[in-house]
């Protein structure tokens, strides 16, 4: 199949004449920047709430085997995330308006926020491959319980125990490290394939497995990708709006013709300390011609999915595994 070369102009013209219409986009953390969400790291952000608890490292808060010995680090954020009120950004709005005019094929999300569906994103066509907080359950047996009532739990900083086996702590069905990806991510994958257009949008594609999913798209339709940094994937040239990516969604709606609201944007405190964060935005057609991930990378997210086939309580011998196993194997081919 040849590959594509459109530029960011013929994208533009073919969306906005329905010449493209089953529009795909993988998303992470950088649509929800300005939402008001707090991040991770910075001084009064959700790990600075948690660091009496003396972690080994500040990721291990989401680690299922360490919530698993002791809740309260984790319902201690969860006080400090719910607290606040983050609200849908242009990139939300954006694939909500893509589906709104019969353009949207699927959206996978590494977002557990849900503001695409504050946006008017219908759930059935978004998949949240690192779960949500629409629903809770209990960590032992399993047993749904209502997330309401687990946000009275946190609320009061108590550990929420399971009304079915007395046993288990509850917690949202957010997927913590260590566990499989939501059932969703391998159930729709093929979906990859029969979009006429990809979006890759606040992500640096990095984390594995989700980062597989660009194999899996068509060698013959173009891949926008707006993002601050760099995206490494195995294409010689896609479109890459760099740096703000609210300006360059607003921009890019613009140059479509269609109307948007005037969306608030609350960026965490420190952001604009940052002067590589003040550049204008820019449209670049990047070239790639020997693409790699780091092998020490990928082999530490081989490990990953190892430790997760050990998990008892997360292992699940089925054809999601068996497609991520593929997955895997088709990207070891691949390189490296
Ligand atoms: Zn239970």
């Known amino acids: ?58 990721e291990q808060i989401f680690e ?65 491959v690192h779960g949500n907080y629409r629903g809770a359950r209990c960590q ?16 009061k900083q108590v550990i ?12 949202p069905n957010v997927v913590f490290f260590g566990e499989s990806l939501d059932k969703g991510f391998t159930k729709n994958t093929y979906k990859i ?41 195995p294409y010689k040239k896609y479109i890459h709006l760099k740096n703000d990516i609210d300006d360059n969604i607003e921009k890019l709606m613009t140059d479509l013709g269609w109307d948007f609201p005037k969306i608030e944007r609350n960026y965490p405190s420190n952001w604009f300390t940052d002067p590589q964060k003040q550049e204008e935005t820019k449209i670049e057609e990047t070239e790639h011609e020997n693409f790699s991930y780091s092998s020490g990378y990928y082999n530490n997210n081989i490990t990953h999915l190892q430790d997760n086939q050990e998990d008892k309580e997360a292992t699940e011998k089925n054809e999601d595994q068996e497609e991520l196993n593929n997955l895997e194997k088709k990207f070891e081919d691949l390189d490296v």
């Open 64 to 128: 299922i085997k360490y919530f698993t010995k002791n809740q309260m680090p984790f319902y201690e954020m969860d006080k400090e995330f719910f607290s606040n009120k983050p609200h849908f950004t242009s990139a939300h709005y954006f694939m909500a308006e893509v589906n709104r005019r019969e353009q949207l094929l699927f959206v996978f999300s590494q977002n557990v926020d849900g503001l695409e569906l504050e946006a008017g994103l219908p759930p059935e066509k978004l998949c949240q």
């Open 140 to 155: 032992k047996c399993g047993f749904k319980h209502d997330i309401n009532k687990y946000k009275e739990f946190v609320q």
């Open 193 to 233: 394939a029969a979009a006429d257009c990809v979006f890759i949008m606040g992500t640096s594609m990095q984390v594995a497995p989700f980062n597989l999913t660009v194999e899996k798209i068509s060698k013959n339709v173009p891949v926008i990708v707006i993002n601050r940094d760099m995206v490494y994937l």
């Open 1 to 58: 199949m040849e590959e594509v070369n459109l530029s960011y102009k013929e994208v533009v013209e073919k969306i906005k004449n329905k010449q493209i219409n089953n529009i795909l986009f993988l998303t992470g953390a950088g649509i929800s920047t300005s939402s008001g969400i707090p991040d991770f790291r910075s001084p009064n952000g959700l790990y600075s709430k948690v660091q009496k608890y003396k972690l080994e490292y500040p």
């Open 160 to 171: 929420y125990k399971c009304e079915n086996c007395k046993r288990g702590p509850v917690r």
